[in-house]
């Protein structure tokens, strides 16, 4: 069952607010921990956790005031899904992504925060379980990455990526991994899981300056 009970686009609200973050975006089913200070965001967080709990990731374009830039036209709305506040009044909460979506327009309400008329329609199949790559896709992944991770001396749980689905390993290295923000805006502009697969490969070996026709390296 999708992240809230959504199964359709016409389930989901209509009408959300949206914090704009570059270098950061959400995908279905991943989690995104963000730490909220600002007062307008502090005020957003209070109004969706009356409510449905939803908020809408989204980066910014170039243009626009310095205090209220253009927004990317995709986006992904997510559910807080944990919340805590700290003793000096900050947020921490973890938003689950549950389903791309498009500015159909930006609402002039009276809030600190913005808000959007969101479209849903064109990224409804997020709603549903997603079908998995095979197996065999996961050593040239797993190949790529390891190269990745090595080029800037990090290190992972390789038992946990290897017990992980597909799709919820490619979604979540696609929001945790440091690109720029045009790459990650190319990587939630995805058509599929297959085509975001692609993707991430092809960026994880451009940054790691690895060749592309290699055989993949078996994981120690």
Known sequence: ???????KAADLPQVIPVFPLD???LLPGAMLPLNIFEPRYLNMIDDAMAGDRMIGMIQTRDGGDRGRPNLATIGCAGRITSFAETQDGRYLISLTGVCRF???A???LQTPYRQVRAGYLRFEADLQPAEEPPESARPALFDALKRYLD??????DWNDAKDAPMTALVNSLSC???????EKQALLEAADCDERRFALIA???IDSAGPMDD???SLQ
Do not use: H, N, T
């Open 1 to 7: 069952m999708a992240i809230g009970g959504y199964r």
């Open 203 to 205: 960026l994880l070996r």
């Open 215 to 217: 055989e993949p390296q």
């Open 176 to 182: 945790a991994l440091p690109f720029d923000s045009q």
């Open 102 to 104: 498009e500015i159909a």
């Open 23 to 25: 270098g950061a975006v």
């Open 106 to 108: 930006e609402l002039g």
């Open 151 to 156: 080029s800037r001396g990090l290190a992972m």
